[in-house]
Structures are given as C-alpha cells and as structure tokens.
C-alpha cells in the first residue's frame, strides 16, 4: 500500500493480535517475506513519482519468481 501524501513510502506486512502462546502458530514470514519485496519492488520503479502502474510492479515481481 502506498502512503497518502508522502512520495516513494510504501508500507507492508501483516498485523496480527494474538498473545504468546498463539503467536507461536501464526505463520506471518513468508507473508512477510513476499509483502516486503513487493513494497520494495514497488518504491524502486516509482521512485520520485507520485503515480504507479500496478501492472508493472506485478511484472517485475513474476519476473523475480514472487509468488502473488
């Protein structure tokens, strides 16, 4: 997701609310590991831009192997 109203800040990852002992059975990092490269995906091919072509940014990432 892209930041309202700031240039080239993309936010990712996956929130969760759970307490230790549930934690422990949550699977967050390969959700993790796919949101951050996307974000980063993203913020490299607009950098200085305000605009973003989703398309693009999907492109690449099949290009890298990411599973979306």
Not at 10 to 16: A, H, K, P, S
Not at 28 to 45: D, K
Not at 54 to 67: A, D, F, M, R, V
């Amino acid at each position: 997701m892209k930041a309202k109203d700031l240039l080239n800040l993309w936010c990712c990852g996956r929130n969760i609310s759970c307490d230790t002992t549930a934690h422990s059975s949550v699977r967050v990092m390969g959700t993790g590991f796919v949101t951050g490269q996307g974000a980063g995906v993203a913020a490299a091919l607009t950098l200085d831009n305000d605009e973003y072509d989703i398309e693009e940014i999907q492109n690449e990432l099949i290009k890298q192997g990411t599973l979306i």
